[in-house]
Every structure is written in structure tokens, then in C-alpha cells.
């Protein structure tokens, strides 16, 4: 079974700075996709970003980027000119590129503070 | 175009009651799936429905709990003699199609407190 370990509970970051948040992941198959979500206070799951195994390229959107190693297993996303409505949990999730796979399966989150 | 909309927001129920959870996908979603959040911890997998079938329900509890998704209407999990340790937050998802690389859209969730 696949796993996804995030290994830092809690971050800080002053504002304007950058942050990288680390995940990795543990799994057989060699076609998947990865995702980054944000849960801010009010509970809502927001994608922030996606990748594609097959793809070399790292996935970016706007502030946000991923360094996707995937000869480690490892996906960080790397936050640049971290804002106040940054702060919240992010979540690292992994779903098998098999056919009919439709489950993600999450880390365990890190709590991201934005220091003014 | 509304999101996933789920209801209540919050629901408190007493040890041994039924809590009935909604979810209504996005329109043109026909499939969702149900996961459950604990306290400081990552969402977990539940099961996978598409209309008026169960695809996936590896993560359900072998009691008490069942999901359906009837051809009209809501979604419903459905959680019977809740107990303390039922209480979460149980978020729904839905997709347009099968395929892993459509996102999920996932609703605000519903807190259950069993007290």
C-alpha cells in the first residue's frame, strides 16, 4: 500500500519570505499523481497544485512550486512571498495512475504559521 | 456553478443515535467519495461511489457505517449508534469521471461531535 509521510508538523515563515515544505511518499508504481492541498481555518480543502509522474517538469502555479524528485520520492512545494492568508495546514496526497484508482491517500499535514 | 455542497456544517449527536451526513456533488459530477478527518491528523479514505453503485469501500468500518448515492438526490453516509470515537470531520469529494488525474473537489465538510 502506498504511504505519504510529512515529516514537519509545524512551520514558520516571516512574511515575504520563502518556505519549502517537505513530503515524501512510498510506493511500486511508476505512473501516479501528486497533489499538494491547503486546509485553512475553515476546513475547506483547496488544491493548490498537481504533478503528473510522467512529467519531468516541475508543476507551478504562481507563488507556489513543487521540486518532484522522483527517483527519491519526494515532493516539496516551495511557498515564495509567503502571506498572511498562507497560514494553514497543507496536506501531501498520492493517487495511483491505474486504471479505475480513484483514492487519495494524505500525509499527516504541517501546520504552516505566517509570521508579520 | 455551485461547489461540493455537504450538510449540516455541524452535527452533534448523543452516544447510540443515527447521524445522517449530505452530499451533493458539483453539477455534472457523477462520482464521490467520503473521507474522514480525525482531530490533528490527514484525511483517510472512506469509500467511492458512482451513481447507485459502491465502486470502493475498502476504508468504511465493517459496522455501523454504509454510503449510498441514489440515482436522484444527495449523497448519504450514514452512521448508526454513533459512538465517541466517531466524532470528526467527514469531508466529501467529487470528480466529473473516472480517471486518476481528475482533481477532486472537495466540500467544507461536516463536523459530527458525539457526546
Known amino acids: 500500500a502506498q504511504t505519504v509521510t510529512q515529516s514537519q508538523p509545524e512551520m514558520s515563515v516571516q512574511e515575504a519570505e520563502t518556505v519549502t515544505l517537505s513530503c515524501t511518499y512510498d510506493?511500486?508504481?511508476?505512473?501516479?499523481?501528486l497533489f499538494w492541498y491547503k486546509q485553512p481555518p475553515s476546513r475547506q480543502m483547496i488544491l493548490v497544485i498537481r504533478?503528473?509522474?510522467?512529467?519531468?517538469q516541475n508543476a507551478t502555479e504562481n507563488r507556489f512550486s513543487v521540486n518532484f524528485q522522483k527517483a527519491a520520492k519526494s515532493f516539496s512545494l516551495k511557498i515564495s512571498d509567503s502571506q498572511l492568508g498562507d497560514a494553514a495546514m497543507y496536506f501531501c496526497?498520492?493517487?495511483?495512475?491505474?486504471?479505475?484508482?480513484?483514492?487519495?491517500?494524505f500525509g499527516q499535514g504541517t501546520r504552516l504559521t505566517i509570521n508579520p | 456553478n455551485a461547489g461540493v455542497m455537504q450538510n449540516p456544517r455541524h452535527l452533534v449527536r448523543r452516544r447510540g443515535q443515527e447521524a445522517r451526513l449530505r452530499c451533493s456533488p458539483m453539477?455534472?459530477?457523477?462520482?464521490v467519495y467520503w473521507y474522514r478527518q480525525l482531530p490533528e491528523e490527514g484525511l483517510k479514505f472512506m469509500v467511492y461511489?458512482?451513481?447507485?453503485?459502491?465502486?470502493?469501500e475498502s476504508g468504511m468500518p465493517k459496522e455501523r457505517f454504509s454510503a449510498e448515492f441514489p440515482k436522484e438526490g444527495p449523497s448519504i453516509l450514514r452512521i448508526q449508534q454513533v459512538v465517541r470515537g466517531d466524532s470528526a470531520a467527514y469531508f466529501c469529494?467529487?470528480?466529473?469521471?473516472?480517471?486518476?488525474?481528475?482533481?477532486?473537489?472537495f466540500g467544507n465538510g461536516t463536523r459530527l461531535t458525539v457526546t
Open positions: 469529494a467529487s470528480s466529473p469521471r473516472q480517471g486518476s488525474g481528475s482533481p477532486l473537489h
Open positions: 510506493t511500486s508504481e511508476s505512473d501516479y499523481y
Open positions: 504533478q503528473e509522474a510522467y512529467k519531468q
Open positions: 496526497a498520492y493517487r495511483s495512475g491505474a486504471q479505475g484508482a480513484q483514492k487519495l491517500v
Open positions: 453539477k455534472g459530477h457523477s462520482h
Open positions: 461511489l458512482q451513481k447507485e453503485n459502491i465502486i470502493d
